[in-house]
Nanobody
Framework: VQLQASGGGLVQAGGSLSLSCAAS????????MGWFRQAPGKEREFVAA????????YYGTSVRGRFTISGENAKNTVYLQMNMLKAEDTAVYYC??????????????????WGQGTLVTVSS
């Protein structure tokens, strides 16, 4: 299974950007998909996740109210709409997928598959 993230780029502070991530490879059914990010010199941080069975969406505190996660379960595709971007949102964004439930949603250990990352740069 491979996750391919796309949509990163350079945007001015206050602007918007949309990321997408699609899974490919062998037949794969995920329980949940999400996004993490890692800024230079910092640890990887939870951004958002969507639980397919319930439709529940979860957000990190630093992005709540500005970012929206959505997706299509049947296509194992997840999107991240990022609005009101700030310089501190600059990071490499990674998509991830979990095969089953269990554990803390914001924990990296819950996720079984990871994308290669896409760079988002917000200029101030």
């Amino acid at each position: 299974v491979q996750l391919q993230a796309s949509g990163g780029g350079l945007v001015q502070a206050g602007g918007s950007l949309s990321l997408s991530c699609a899974a490919s490879g062998r037949t794969f059914s995920s329980y949940m998909m999400g996004w993490f990010r890692q800024a230079p010199g910092k640890e990887r941080e939870f951004v958002a996740a969507i639980e397919w069975s319930s439709g529940f969406r979860y957000y990190g505190t630093s992005v709540r109210g500005r970012f929206t996660i959505s997706g299509e379960n049947a296509k194992n595709t997840v999107y991240l709409q990022m609005n009101m971007l700030k310089a501190e949102d600059t990071a490499v964004y990674y998509c991830a997928a979990a095969k089953r439930s269990g554990g803390v949603i914001s924990s990296q250990s819950v996720y079984d598959f990871w994308g290669q990352g896409t760079l988002v740069t917000v200029s101030s």
